[in-house]
């Protein structure tokens, strides 16, 4: 694993799909003209559905690139397909990678709550719903780059790593680092809300240096510290509730373990995220 | 016999959608269907502090972000009855003109372009055809370097915030981009000589309504009015009233709503400005415009692509007159304090593809109780149904599959936002 095989002259074929989302995570990658004009040389894009109307999924893949959340069942078809012919998989961008911002409410909804409050009665029947989940939940995903959207520097890496048949290598930091490094004042210090010591650095830390808080786009980094960080927002003033809202807007799927725990909150579990009983 | 064409995954838009045209008795009917996973945006604020709004609903769009963040953020303002001031909005109006560089570049070279070249994407062009693919990248790109100077990011960027903006851009990030602008004349100048000179399919639909913002002085980002053309009647209302005029409902072959007026379909976006503002567009527009080929107002939905060279052509002349007022006027902060109140906002923008409508309700303490948007995308849906039935009935003889790909050019012509379209709506009374 890790390999693309360039058997003989044959080029890596490539894969750019996406499920749902917003498109901007391909939108970023869309803006490196660069990188986009070489790929066409180096692989061949064979399945690109945003890009071109020229798109096969009856062969076999190098790499496949996923932007989005599996949020139908068309959704988890295309990822069955998609693991099956690819030696490599890639979520790209913050829905592929946790399930994104149409998952915030997942730890204290059920997905039928959510589909009635939109559609009362007349859910529409084109497609199965289901709950907004990260592509790693269904299938093994080999790397994943964070962000909303994903850093287009990363991508840019990730390929020229993949295509020479080497591991991505993506540092895992806290986005504090990177404040540090660009000598920006400290946003929780001055008492806004930053979740940037949670959260995976590699962005620059744009928002924090235009004077907002990190609300962590790019997922935690391996070690954050939930408990202390609410011990700090505390004193600052902020309600549990404000903390809560706060934080799950981009880790919907994993507040409930991570989070509730230190917060005064009684959110009932939704009934779908009850384990489903055995008889 | 009943025929039956379909386009089973529409490619070169942003989501998932498919259409479906059936014949039967010599009668054509279309479903667009969409298939995009439900996103439950209105659901998905219901209980958020206010300051988290702006950057949930941006994630509703990657392509026009900019519009649903200024939408959401007048929407706030309105309900706390604030309004900033003047320069301020000059600065949202530029970052929204990087939004039309960006969804319009990105439409016209890369989603529109290869049909009329008989390449099937873009980047297969680039050898055969180098200069045009710069020039695609290079309109797209200042977009999202508009947009990143104003919001900090490409994509996504948060710095656009209710109350104006969390921090200014320096008066030189403005000059550099005042260049950028300057510098893009002559490829914004060669794009629309290029669209306008290339053989658009022959199709009638006359427009039973158009909409689009109204501002008594033309073309504009956004305003508190809109205007609404019957034929020849015309009729003016107040962002309050949309959804008064502009109704909702949910069908069961898509997942976005579909949305008429007066159970009609009504016309948004590129073509719908360009028709009503003509006359009203800059001297510099006026003139590219009267030694065009294509004629405005036009019933040919296939003009969109025309209608949205035009548009850029605009938005620079509006770009540079916002800078030279924004470098002699400079704004004294970035933004006003909110203080949250109870009560209903309404926020109505022009995005890429149409009239964008975002609505919340508001507590004492500005949590979010009840919202509503309706994008351009889901009041399209009964244009591109009636336009693809249109096109059924008038090529009836061609083979089926050349039916087939006039259909998806046509529902491309549209730049339909899936994704967008099924945010999902809601507000229970
Ligand atoms: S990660 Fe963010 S930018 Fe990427 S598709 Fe999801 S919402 Fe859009
Ligand atoms: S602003 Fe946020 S990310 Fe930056 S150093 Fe402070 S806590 Fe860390
Ligand atoms: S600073 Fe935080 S919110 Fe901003 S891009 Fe980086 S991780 Fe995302």
């Not at chain 2, 579909?258 to 009503?276: D, E, F, H, M, Y």
């Not at chain 2, 007022?325 to 149409?354: M, N």
Request: charged share 25%; hydrophobic share 35%; glycine share 6%.
């Amino acid at each position: 694993m890790g390999k693309t095989t360039n058997n003989g002259s044959k080029k890596p074929t490539v894969g750019i799909m996406y499920f749902t989302s917003c498109g901007g995570c391909q939108c970023e990658i869309l803006t490196h003209a660069n990188l986009l004009k070489k790929l066409v040389d180096l692989v061949e894009i064979k399945y690109f559905p945003m890009g071109s109307s020229n798109n096969t999924l009856e062969t076999d893949f190098d790499i496949i690139f996923i932007e989005g959340s599996v949020s139908t069942d068309h959704d988890l078809e295309l990822l069955h397909i998609a693991r099956e012919r690819s030696k490599i998989l890639v979520a790209v961008g913050t829905c592929a990678c946790f399930g994104g911002v149409q998952s915030s409410k997942n730890a204290e909804s059920s997905l039928n709550e959510m589909l009635r409050y939109v559609y009362g009665d007349k859910i529409p029947t084109v497609v199965k719903a289901l709950k907004p989940k990260p592509l790693k939940d269904y299938v093994k995903v080999d790397y994943e780059l964070p962000g909303c959207p994903v850093s287009g520097k990363d991508f840019v890496l990730a390929v020229q790593y993949l295509l020479n048949g080497l591991d991505p290598f993506l540092p895992k930091m806290a986005v504090c680092y990177e404040c540090k490094q660009a000598q920006t004042p400290c946003r929780l210090q001055a008492s806004y809300m930053c979740v940037g010591s949670l959260s995976n650095a590699g962005c620059g830390a744009p928002c924090t240096f235009k004077g907002l808080g990190c609300y962590g786009c790019r997922g935690d980094h391996e070690d954050p510290n939930y408990k202390e960080l609410v011990k700090l927002f505390r004193q600052k003033g902020y309600s549990d509730r404000d903390i809560y809202n706060f934080v799950k807007v981009f880790r919907g799927n994993y507040v409930r373990e991570k989070l509730l725990p230190y917060l005064d909150l009684d959110i009932p579990l939704p009934e779908d995220e009850k384990p489903k009983e055995v008889n | 016999m009943a025929k039956k064409i379909t386009v089973e995954l529409l490619t070169r838009v942003e989501g998932h959608g498919a259409i479906e045209i059936v014949e039967e008795n010599g009668k054509y009917k279309a479903f667009v269907k969409i298939f995009e996973g439900p996103r439950f945006y209105e659901y998905l604020v219901v209980g958020q502090n206010y300051i988290n709004i702006p950057r949930i609903v941006s994630r509703i769009c990657g392509i026009c972000y900019v519009s649903h963040r200024t939408a959401s953020a007048r929407a706030i303002e309105d309900a706390f009855g604030a309004k900033i001031p003047p320069e301020l909005e000059l600065l949202r109006k530029l970052a929204n003109v990087g939004a039309f560089f960006e969804s319009h570049g990105l439409h016209i070279y890369f989603l529109a372009l290869p049909d009329y070249f008989g390449y099937s994407s873009l980047l297969e062009m680039v050898k055969d055809y180098p200069n045009l693919v710069d020039r695609g990248f290079k309109v797209k790109n200042l977009g999202v370097e508009i947009m990143k100077v104003l919001t900090g990011k490409n994509f996504h960027g948060e710095n656009l915030i209710p109350g104006g903006f969390a921090n200014l851009p320096t008066k030189d990030e403005l000059k550099k981009l005042k260049d950028q602008l300057e510098e893009i004349k002559e490829d914004l100048d060669e794009t629309l000589q290029l669209v306008d000179s290339l053989k658009h399919p022959n199709l009638t639909t006359p427009r039973e309504f158009q909409l689009s913002i109204y501002n008594p002085q033309g073309w504009d980002f956004y305003s508190n009015q809109l205007i609404l053309v019957e034929k020849d009647k015309k009729t003016l209302f107040t962002k309050k009233e949309y959804e008064i005029f502009v109704h909702e409902e949910p069908v069961e072959y898509s997942m976005a709503k579909q949305s008429t007026v007066k159970g009609k379909p009504v016309l948004v976006g590129p073509l719908a400005r360009v028709n009503i503002y003509k006359d009203q567009f800059s001297e510099e527009t006026k003139k590219l415009i009267s030694q065009m080929k294509t004629k405005f107002p036009s019933e040919n939905p296939f003009h969109q692509n025309v209608a949205r060279a035009v548009e850029l052509i605009e938005a620079r002349s509006l770009a540079l007159d916002y800078i030279d007022t924004l470098l002699s006027d400079y704004p004294s902060k970035p933004h006003i304090e909110l203080k949250p109140k109870k009560g209903r906002g309404f926020g109505v923008v022009e995005a890429p593809r149409g009239t964008l409508y975002h609505t919340y309700e508001f507590d004492e303490n500005g949590y979010c109780t009840n919202s509503n948007i309706i994008t351009p995308t889901a009041v399209l849906q009964t244009s591109m149904e009636l336009d693809a039935q249109r096109l059924a009935e008038s090529y009836s003889s061609l083979p089926l599959e050349e039916v087939k790909f006039l259909a998806e050019r046509l529902i491309r012509s549209y730049d339909p936002c899936i994704s967008c379209s099924v945010h999902m709506w809601s507000l229970s009374p």
